[in-house]
């Protein structure tokens, strides 16, 4: 079972931007689809972005698209999410998670977590 570790989080101002970092061990990366959700207090986990074995086809929820970028270096066992533009409403935990076979935006089908990564966005 892969373990993942995220990084990059952080306070910023709003408009500002982050790089979030999700490094994975134990297991065979390139066999992974990877995916971002967040969780902010009081709400249920929501799917960001979400990006293919290859990193050849991403998929971004409407609320992150053209503002937040998902990546990935399989050669550094690493998955990235850039975000610019970042908004108050995007302040949560956010989260990478990986999955055997193709990148949905549904959490409960992925396998293996990280255990999360604080953003604050002030206005």
């Known amino acids: 079972q892969v373990q993942l570790v995220e990084s990059g989080g952080g306070a910023v101002q709003a408009g500002g931007s982050l790089r979030l970092s999700c490094a994975a061990s134990?297991?065979?990366?390139?066999?992974?689809?990877m995916g971002w959700f967040r969780q902010a207090p009081g709400k249920e986990r929501e799917f960001v972005a979400a990006?293919?074995?290859?990193?050849?086809?991403?998929y971004y929820a409407d609320s992150v698209k053209g503002r937040f970028t998902i990546s990935r270096d399989n050669a550094k066992n690493t998955v990235y999410l850039q975000m610019n533009g970042l908004k108050p409403e995007a302040t949560a935990v956010y989260y990478c998670?990986?999955?055997?076979?193709?990148?949905?935006?549904?959490?409960?089908?992925?396998?293996?977590w990280g255990q999360g990564t604080q953003v604050t966005v002030s206005s």
């Open positions: 134990g297991g065979t990366f390139s066999r992974y689809a």
């Open positions: 990006i293919s074995r290859n990193g050849g086809s991403t």
């Open positions: 998670a990986a999955r055997v076979g193709w990148p949905n935006d549904r959490p409960s089908e992925y396998d293996a």
